[in-house]
């Protein structure tokens, strides 16, 4: 089977696990499409994700209510052993990244990481990954009766549910003694959608002058429009925003509906971050500004001039 590691989050699927779902059918492995749903009171993500599967294997046990890395990593490795997986699939989230490794570890496999492509090489699994500050994508393979792998967020397009539903299982879980134990965990509180689920997203750039007209060009036109914030690693660094919003190489991948980039030069790391939305919408006074040569829609004009008439547009439509 090919093992997936289901990624959620309010009782719902995460976009990333959609995703991983597509990188799992292009693979070019063998065996039904598998989500592990790990977690407390999970049942509506299982509901949810038989959509999407083959098959779901369910762990709803009060030990994994809250993530651990040793946990998820050795519930991984039991299911994927004891199914004869001959290809895991995690999310290159955080949390994902680091227990990725552990499940390789402890599966003697070899581990590919931050795949944006996947396919077969004969009885290889090849991956297309960026390097080089995402100057170069090069392909990476490896060869084993189970490869471990991570999907870089936002690089596969998310999968259209399955044609029926797939059968869900009640899975027993050997889990080790917790060694580390989390006291507490802040969010970030925002009234906006999270940008890598987000079907619409406002990007800003130095170039919209100063952390004051960031948040009346940017936040407002976002606001207007249902859209999630983004910003460059210029603007990140020089603190007007923080690193959550971040899109590049260095943050968040996206693939977006609609991009829209004020002010944004479109640095060879930005454009890895964002490059696969379906539609990008460029403003920068800037005519040779390298954001135009993969902008869909694109204004040469002021930011401080053009998005305040786009926001009053907004608000009369």
Do not use: C
């Not at 580390?180 to 987000?198: N, P, Q, W, Y």
């Amino acid at each position: 089977m090919i093992l997936i590691v289901a990624e959620h989050t309010g009782g719902k699927l995460a976009k990333s696990t959609l995703e991983m779902v597509s990188a799992a059918r292009e693979s070019g492995r063998e065996g039904p499409v598998t989500l592990l749903v790990l977690g407390a009171d999970v049942a509506g993500v299982a509901n949810e994700a038989a959509q999407y599967a083959e098959q779901v294997l369910v762990g709803d046990l009060p030990a994994l209510a809250q993530y651990n890395a040793e946990t998820w990593a050795a519930a991984t490795a039991q299911i994927a052993q004891e199914g004869e997986a001959n290809l895991v699939i995690i999310g290159g989230s955080r949390s994902g990244r680091e227990y990725a490794p552990r499940v390789a570890v402890k599966l003697d496999a070899p581990y590919l990481e931050d795949a944006i492509k996947l396919s077969a090489n004969g009885a290889s699994v090849q991956a297309q990954r960026y390097t080089y500050l995402a100057r170069v994508t090069e392909t990476v393979e490896a060869e084993g009766s189970v490869v471990v792998v991570t999907a870089k967020p936002g690089s596969f397009n998310p999968a259209e549910p399955a044609a029926s539903a797939g059968e869900q299982y009640d899975i027993e879980l050997n889990l080790p003694a917790v060694r580390v134990e989390i006291t507490g965990k802040s969010v970030e509180k925002t009234s906006r959608v999270a940008l890598t689920e987000a079907d619409v997203i406002v990007t800003g750039g130095r170039g919209v002058g100063s952390p004051e007209s960031f948040s009346a060009l940017v936040e407002g036109l976002a606001d207007q429009i249902g859209a999630g914030v983004g910003a460059t690693r210029a603007v990140v660094d020089a603190g007007w925003r923080p690193y959550a919003e971040q899109v590049g190489q260095t943050g968040k991948t996206v693939q977006p509906k609609a991009y829209i980039a004020l002010g944004v030069s479109g640095a060879v790391q930005h454009l890895s971050g964002m490059g696969k939305s379906k539609n990008i919408i460029a403003i920068n006074k800037d005519a040779e500004a390298p954001i135009f040569k993969v902008a869909d829609y694109g204004i040469v004009g002021d930011v401080n001039q053009i998005v305040p008439a786009l926001i009053e547009a907004a608000k009369n439509r």
